[in-house]
T-cell receptor, first 112, second 110 residues
Framework: DAGVIQSPRHEVTEMGQEVTLRCKPISGHDYLFWYRQTMMRGLELLIY????????DSGMPEDRFSAKMPNASFSTLKIQPSEPRDSAVYFC??????????FGPGTRLTVT | AQSVTQPDIHITVSEGASLELRCNYS??????LFWYVQSPGQGLQLLLK??????LVQGIKGFEAEFKRSQSSFNLRKPSVHWSDAAEYFCAVGRGKLIFGTGTRLQVFP
């Protein structure tokens, strides 16, 4: 299996632009998680899905952030408009049982 | 409140020396506990997990961890560290919604 796939690996954008991060979970995994990692706040769970349905989005920082999972093999995390404080590494993880989570390589986002 | 504390921000050991990374947790129910490792520029890799049963769990790359309920601890150990173990190590607790510690950066000297 290819593991969790994330794209792009690096994204540099200007403040105010829309950013879309993409994730393909491991086939057969029913749970998908989005995390953000920063030096100041460490690893934070933003949102997670079960069977394509959002279960807990309490970690989404504000309305500028949105996440969708249109099918079992694809999810997006969108930031609109982006701000410099959104600069971070965003990880996607998937799980068959919600316990053992397998992480993707991450997307490093820089907002200038 | 649920939380994970990794008291050591940075640890340096010599190659071949033993290693112990500390993790303390606060969790209302029976905890599910995890250790992950992150190499620079990489995602997190699961080293080992504890759900129930034997309190000493074995993981990949020669790591083990011991769950001590009385001390709310889940320390990671390795008897002999290799240079390739240099990375950041994260302890986590939770069921589904994982709460991560702040990480311990391990440096290995030859």
């Amino acid at each position: 299996d290819a593991g969790v796939i994330q794209s792009p690996r690096h994204e540099v954008t200007e403040m105010g632009q829309e950013v879309t991060l993409r994730c393909k979970p491991i086939s057969g995994h029913d749970y998908l998680f989005w995390y953000r990692q920063t030096m100041m706040r460490g690893l934070e769970l933003l949102i997670y899905f079960n069977n394509n349905v959002p279960i807990d989005d309490s970690g989404m920082p504000e309305d500028r952030f949105s996440a969708k999972m249109p099918n079992a093999s694809f999810s997006t995390l969108k930031i609109q408009p982006s701000e410099p404080r959104d600069s971070a590494v965003y990880f996607c993880a998937s799980s068959a049982d919600s316990y053992e989570q397998y992480f993707g390589p991450g997307t490093r986002l820089t907002v200038t | 409140a649920q939380s994970v504390t990794q008291p050591d921000i940075h640890i340096t050991v010599s190659e071949g020396a033993s290693l112990e990374l500390r993790c303390n947790y606060s969790y209302g129910a029976t905890p599910y506990l995890f250790w992950y490792v992150q190499s620079p520029g990489q995602g997190l890799q699961l080293l080992l997990k504890y759900f129930s049963g034997d309190t000493l769990v074995q993981g990949i790359k020669g790591f083990e961890a011991e769950f001590k309920r009385s001390q709310s601890s889940f320390n990671l150990r390795k008897p002999s560290v290799h240079w390739s173990d240099a990375a950041e190590y994260f302890c986590a607790v939770g069921r589904g919604k994982l709460i991560f510690g702040t990480g311990t950066r391990l440096q290995v000297f030859p």
